[in-house]
């Protein structure tokens, strides 16, 4: 199993300011996956980023407003850019690939006033 | 399109009693479709995973069934305890190699 840990865990931002988030896993993986769950919603597939290669954004998600970095295999970033309100959620990232269990991150709660 | 469906959104049982989740998916073109827990606040945590040329997957008093033809899985908790309390939600694979997550059942099982 792959152990996922985030930072921060959670962050009260201003609007108009931008917030990075960390995501590492304990071993090497190949797929790398952002989520978001705004409230009493569920969870939302932002992007995909595979390390070498720019990540892949969903319908209704682009690179401006959540530029994503993948260094290397084990560790990717998250950016939410001049923040709204509505970007008040909680953000996951998970490791997987195919048919194997997919491992989730503890979440960042985000609030942005 | 994929679409996950659970039924019920919110349950609230007494302690020891066994209950059955439900999850639906409009297309049967599934690679695997797994069950999570969500603890208030928390991440998700993966309880059962289920490969499409599966029927069943069992851990402890767990129980998750697939009928992909029928695009329908049920996840049974037997013996349900206070600490079963959270929210489970299921989520199907296909298409495009990504995760495809239902809506959640939220649960509390009452001591």
């Known amino acids: 199993s792959a152990v996922i840990s985030q930072k921060p865990s959670r962050d009260i931002c201003q609007r108009g300011t931008s917030l990075t988030i960390q995501c590492q896993v304990d071993s090497q993986v190949t797929m790398m996956f952002w989520y978001r769950q705004q409230p009493g919603q569920s969870l939302t597939l932002i992007a995909t980023?595979?390390?070498?290669?720019?990540?892949?954004?969903e319908s209704g998600f682009v690179i401006d407003k959540f530029p994503i970095s993948r260094p290397n295999l084990t560790f990717s970033t998250l950016t939410v850019s001049n923040m709204s309100p509505e970007d008040s959620s909680i953000y996951l990232c998970?490791?997987?690939?195919?048919?194997?269990?997919?491992?989730f991150g503890p979440g960042t709660r985000l609030l942005v006033l | 399109k994929q679409e996950v469906t659970q039924i019920p959104a919110a349950l609230s049982v007494p302690e020891g009693e066994n209950l059955v989740l439900n999850c639906s998916f409009t297309d049967s073109a599934i690679y695997n479709l797994q069950w999570f827990r969500q603890d208030p606040g928390k991440g998700l945590t993966s309880l059962l995973l289920i490969q499409s040329s599966q029927r069943e997957q069992t851990s402890g008093r767990l129980n998750a069934s697939l009928d992909k033809s029928s695009g329908r899985s049920t996840l049974y908790i037997a013996a349900s305890q206070p600490g079963d309390s959270a929210t489970y939600l299921c989520a199907v694979l296909s298409g495009t190699y990504k995760y495809i997550f239902g809506t959640g059942t939220r649960l509390k099982v009452l001591a």
């Open positions: 998970s490791s997987g690939q195919g048919g194997e269990t997919q491992y």
């Open positions: 980023a595979n390390q070498g290669s720019e990540a892949t954004y």
